[in-house]
């Protein structure tokens, strides 16, 4: 959805509800934004992997291991590895 700056504002600025909703959505993305950067700073790259198996099971193995590896911060062959090494255990 696309809508220009002012108009925004000015909606915001107008109605109560929709900025609170607003605003609500603005503090739900700049969390999970925050929750990403410090896993990827702070998780090694298995680490990361089980987290995605656990907070997204269904998506594990139908998402393209291309997008699962961006999403990871990491190269799909290290996370061909990864989950090699995973099964071996």
């Known amino acids: 959805?696309?809508?220009?700056?002012?108009?925004?504002?000015?909606?915001i600025d107008n109605n109560m509800v929709f900025g609170k909703i607003y605003t609500k959505s603005l503090e739900s993305g700049l969390r999970y934004k925050i929750y990403r950067e410090n896993e990827l700073?702070?998780?090694?790259?298995?680490?990361?992997?089980?987290?995605?198996?656990?907070?997204?099971?269904?998506?594990?193995e139908?998402?393209?291991?291309?997008?699962?590896?961006?999403?990871?911060?990491?190269?799909?062959?290290?996370?061909?590895r990864i989950k090699k090494k995973l099964s071996e255990d």
């Open 1 to 11: 959805m696309m809508i220009q700056v002012d108009k925004l504002q000015l909606l």
């Open 41 to 60: 700073m702070t998780k090694n790259a298995t680490e990361r992997y089980k987290q995605f198996v656990m907070d997204f099971p269904e998506l594990a």
């Open 62 to 80: 139908k998402v393209k291991q291309c997008f699962v590896a961006t999403y990871l911060g990491i190269e799909p062959q290290s996370l061909s």
